[in-house]
């Protein structure tokens, strides 16, 4: 079992950064493939970015690749991710997640993560 805890979270002007965390309980932390979904008002989840066990591979949802960074310390049991160059459509609900597994097949979706966190609030003003 994996409790995830997210932080980071908050108001940030249009064009401003933020960083996420997603700290993880238990020692099988790099057994996980990890996630980062976001969820709007009114929208369903939507995957955002993952990276596999040991940081070897990353995947990015086209809305944010080259704005957002993910990024794991397995010694620490966190996950991050890196948000730049903000805009009010980023603004959500994020959540990290964890997986068992993961492929090139899968990575975006939801179903596939055995565990969740309680996301935390990211609020993008124009």
């Known amino acids: 079992q994996v409790q995830l805890v997210e932080s980071g979270g908050g108001l940030v002007q249009a064009g401003g950064s933020l960083r996420l965390s997603c700290g993880a309980s238990?020692?099988?932390?790099?057994?996980?493939?990890m996630g980062w979904f976001r969820q709007a008002p009114g929208k369903e989840r939507e995957f955002v970015a993952a990276i596999s066990r040991f940081a070897t591979t990353t995947y990015y949802a086209d809305s944010v690749k080259g704005r957002f960074t993910i990024s794991r310390d397995n010694a620490k049991n966190t996950v991050y991710l890196q948000m730049n160059s903000l805009t009010p459509v980023d603004t959500a609900v994020y959540s990290c997640a964890a997986a068992p597994t993961l492929s090139s097949g899968n990575y975006y979706d939801g179903a596939y993560y055995q565990h969740w966190g309680q996301g935390t609030q990211v609020t993008v003003s124009s």
């Open positions: 238990g020692r099988t932390f790099s057994s996980y493939h």
